[in-house]
C-alpha cells in the first residue's frame, strides 16, 4: 500500500516486507505460521551518487548560461546600437569635420556623437553593474537554500539517531533535500553507519556533520592598498561558519556557476581588484587617444600657437570606472576644436575620421583596431555563452539519464506490485482453501465420532 501510494513521491523507493515462519511445535504450544519481519528498502547509494554528481553539474552549467545570456544581451554585434553604433556615428561626425574643418554645425555634430559614443559607454557599465547587483542577490538566496538544506539534514540525523532509521517517509526526505541541495552546491555525501548523512562542500568543508549544521555565509572584502585597483568593486568570498574562506571548494552547482561568473566573468569586462576590464580599457583607450589627437592641433598658429583642447573626461583616479565616468567636458565649445595643425588645417580630424579601424598601433588596443577590440568582447562573451548553453542541454539529459536509471534500479514499479498484490491474494485464498479443508475433515472426524457413539 505505501509502494502504490509513494509511486510519484521523490525520493521513495521500493520498499519489500520480509516474512518470518514461527516455530510449529504443537507440543509445547507453538503453532507456526508467519509474522512480519524488517522491511528492505530497494536503495542503491552508487545510483543516488550517480544524480547527485549530474544534478551538480547541470545546476552549474545552467546557471552559467543563464547569466551569460544576460550579459551577452548588452553587447550588440550588429552595429545598429549601443557602442559599435557609436563608435560608427562618432567617425562619421570626424569624417564630416574632416571635410569642413571650419563649419560649426560639422563641429557640432562632433560633439553631440561624442556625447552618445559616451553614454553608449556609460549604459554598457551600468547594465553590467546591474547584472553584477542581481548577480550577488543571486548568490545571497543561494546560500540561505544551501543553510536551510542542511539544516534539513541535520535535523533528519537527529531524528534518524533516535530510532527513525527505519523510517521509509524520513529516509525519503533526506535522499531529496540531498539531490536539491547537490543542485546549488558541489556537496560530497557520506553515509554513516547509524544511518544519518555527513555533506561535506567540494569534499572538504561540513555543512552538515550529524546533528549540526554549520551555515555558509558571503564577504565582499575590500582589496589591500598594494592591490593593482584598490578601489574596484571586491570579489564575492564564501566563508564557512568557523570564517575560512571557502570559495575555491564551490566548483560545481549553481553556487558555483555564480561564484565563476561574478568573480571570472564580469570581472574581465568591468573589472575587479586585480585587471581593468576590456571595457574600461577601451573607454579610456579611445578617450586618451582622441584627447592626444585633439591638443595635438592648434586652434591659432600664434604667436603663441593655441592648441586644441582635450574632448572626453572620465575618473582617471579609478580605471575600473573609465567607462562608468566617461563623459564630454561640459565646457568645450565647438570653436575649442582643433581640426588641423601649423602644416595642414584637417589632419588631425581626418585620423580622428579613421580611428575606429586604423591599423597604427598607436591607434589600437593590444594589437587591435577599436572596433576589433570590441568585436573581441563580444565574442569571446558569445563563446562563452554558446558553450554554457550547450553544456546545459547536454549535463540536463545527463541527470535526466541518472534519475531514470535509478528508478530502474530501486524505483516504484505499479506492474511489479500488482504482481506482488496478485501473489498475496492467492496466499490468502490458499490459507483460506486450507483452513475449509481442516473445517471439513474436523466435522467429518465429529460426525464420525457421534455415530460411533
Do not use: C
Not at 553507519?193 to 561535506?200: F, I, K
Request: hydrophobic residues 40%.
Amino acid at each position: 500500500q505505501n509502494n502504490v501510494a509513494n509511486a510519484n513521491t521523490p525520493g521513495y523507493v521500493t520498499q519489500t516486507p520480509t516474512f518470518i515462519a514461527r516455530p510449529f511445535d504443537p507440543a509445547g504450544n507453538a503453532w507456526g505460521g508467519v509474522e512480519a519481519g524488517d522491511v528492505q528498502s530497494a536503495r542503491n547509494v552508487y545510483a543516488e551518487q550517480a544524480v547527485w554528481n549530474a544534478s551538480q553539474q547541470a545546476g552549474f552549467a545552467k546557471q552559467q548560461a543563464s547569466s551569460l545570456e544576460a550579459l551577452q544581451s548588452l553587447f550588440d554585434v550588429s552595429g545598429t546600437s549601443g557602442i559599435p553604433a557609436a563608435l560608427s556615428q562618432l567617425s562619421t561626425a570626424f569624417s564630416s569635420w574632416s571635410a569642413n574643418p571650419t563649419d560649426t554645425t560639422a563641429r557640432q555634430q562632433v560633439l553631440a556623437a561624442a556625447r552618445s559614443f559616451a553614454q553608449s559607454f556609460n549604459q554598457a557599465a551600468s547594465g553590467i553593474e546591474t547584472i553584477r547587483s542581481q548577480t550577488d542577490q543571486q548568490l545571497g538566496t543561494t546560500v540561505g537554500q544551501i543553510n536551510q538544506y542542511a539544516a534539513q539534514i541535520a535535523g533528519i540525523n537527529t531524528q534518524i539517531r533516535r530510532g527513525a532509521g527505519s523510517d521509509a517517509g524520513l529516509q525519503s526526505q533526506l535522499y531529496n533535500t540531498i539531490e536539491q541541495l547537490s543542485n546549488l552546491a558541489p556537496v560530497t555525501v557520506r553515509m554513516e553507519s547509524d544511518g544519518t548523512a555527513t555533506v561535506l562542500l567540494g569534499g572538504q568543508s561540513p555543512p552538515v556533520i550529524g546533528e549540526n549544521a554549520s551555515a555558509l555565509k558571503l564577504a565582499y572584502p575590500a582589496a589591500g592598498a598594494t592591490a593593482p585597483y584598490p578601489g574596484a568593486a571586491p570579489d564575492a568570498q564564501l566563508v564557512s561558519a568557523d570564517g575560512h574562506d571557502v570559495t575555491a571548494l564551490a566548483t560545481g552547482g549553481q553556487l558555483g556557476g555564480l561564484i565563476s561568473f561574478r568573480n571570472t566573468v564580469l570581472p574581465s569586462v568591468l573589472g575587479n581588484v586585480q585587471q581593468q576590464g576590456s571595457l574600461n580599457q577601451l573607454a579610456q583607450g579611445a578617450a586618451d587617444r582622441i584627447n592626444g589627437l585633439l591638443t595635438s592641433g592648434q586652434l591659432s598658429a600664434g604667436p603663441p600657437p593655441v592648441p586644441g583642447v582635450a574632448l572626453f573626461t572620465y575618473s582617471a583616479a579609478s580605471p575600473t570606472q573609465a567607462a562608468a565616468t566617461l563623459g564630454v567636458d561640459p565646457s568645450v565649445t565647438t570653436a575649442e576644436l582643433a581640426a588641423g595643425t601649423a602644416t595642414a588645417a584637417n589632419d588631425v580630424a581626418s585620423q580622428l575620421a579613421g580611428l575606429a579601424a586604423s591599423h597604427n598601433t598607436a591607434d589600437q588596443i593590444g594589437g587591435l583596431n577599436y572596433t576589433d577590440f570590441y568585436s573581441s568582447i563580444a565574442s569571446q562573451i558569445g563563446q562563452q555563452a554558446a558553450g554554457a548553453s550547450t553544456a546545459g542541454a547536454a549535463q540536463t539529459q545527463i541527470l535526466t539519464q541518472a534519475q531514470n536509471l535509478r528508478a530502474q534500479v530501486s524505483g516504484i514499479s505499479l506492474n511489479d506490485q500488482a504482481a506482488a498484490l496478485m501473489q498475496f491474494q492467492q496466499g490468502y485464498q490458499a490459507a483460506a482453501q486450507m483452513i475449509t479443508v481442516i473445517n471439513n475433515i474436523t466435522q467429518s472426524l465429529l460426525t464420525m465420532m457421534q455415530n460411533i457413539g
